[in-house]
T-cell receptor, first 116, second 112 residues
Framework: GAVVSQHPSWVICKSGTSVKIECRSL??????MFWYRQFPKQSLMLMAT?????????EQGVEKDKFLINHASLTLSTLTVTSAHPEDSSFYIC????????????FGSGTRLTVV | DAKTTQPNSMESNEEEPVHLPCNHS???????IHWYRQLPSQGPEYVIH???SNVNNRMASLAIAEDRKSSTLILHRATLRDAAVYYC?????????????FGTGTKLQVIP
């Protein structure tokens, strides 16, 4: 149980275009999801907390107009990287609160974004 | 969340036990100690967690110091598939679930 599906697993896009990443909780409802970004050889950096039915809470230094987060249902949160640039190339990972088991959080498998 | 300190990297021979240390000297009484690991190009996966007593599961064991200022993740027989970055994280559940922030973790290399 407690599976989080993230899609796509990798994407290449042209500079200036937008990319949407989906995060789905498959067998549980997630009122709260988290989005992380990870650059090569670095740790995960929390970008924002996504709450179902309300606005996301962004961490300091993360541009909310560039990284649009939508959490319209209890099983789906999306992250849209708008007007992507090469410096946005990174590994993006989502996580969802999944109850007491597995430490309470389950992570997606990540999305490798490459902006060319 | 209170801070944790881990060595940047460790090595182990295959099929030998591995002890991964974590220091958390500012831990509070309601902080749980969680361990996650991240295999290359994947999201983190849960390993184990505990509060005061030592814990065992099919993946690993968690030994918690009596003063709770440090803990050790024990892999009883390291395999090549255990090569990953291991993160030690403190989470205070007193106020309900909160965001999880990651430190630098320990990169474990398993030598065949």
């Amino acid at each position: 149980g407690a599976v989080v599906s993230q899609h796509p697993s990798w994407v290449i896009c042209k500079s200036g275009t937008s990319v949407k990443i989906e995060c789905r909780s498959l067998d549980f409802q997630a009122t709260t999801m988290f989005w992380y970004r990870q650059f090569p050889k670095q740790s995960l950096m929390l970008m924002a907390t996504s709450n179902e039915g309300s606005k996301a809470t962004y961490e300091q230094g993360v541009e909310k107009d560039k990284f649009l987060i939508n959490h319209a249902s209890l099983t789906l949160s999306t992250l849209t990287v708008t007007s992507a640039h090469p410096e946005d190339s990174s590994f993006y990972i989502c996580s969802a609160r999944s109850g007491q088991g597995k430490g309470g959080y389950t992570f997606g498998s990540g999305t490798r974004l490459t902006v060319v | 969340d209170a801070k944790t300190t881990q060595p940047n990297s460790m090595e182990s021979n295959e099929e030998e036990p591995v002890h991964l240390p974590c220091n958390h000297s500012t831990i509070s009484g309601t902080d749980y100690i969680h361990w996650y690991r991240q295999l290359p190009s994947q999201g983190p996966e849960y390993v184990i967690h505990g509060l005061t007593s030592n814990v065992n599961n099919r993946m690993a064991s968690l030994a918690i110091a009596e003063d709770r200022k440090s803990s050790t993740l024990i892999l009883h027989r390291a395999t090549l598939r255990d090569a990953a970055v291991y993160y030690c994280i403190l989470r205070n559940l007193a106020g309900g679930y909160q965001k999880v922030t990651f430190g630098t973790g320990t990169k474990l290399q398993v030598i065949p």
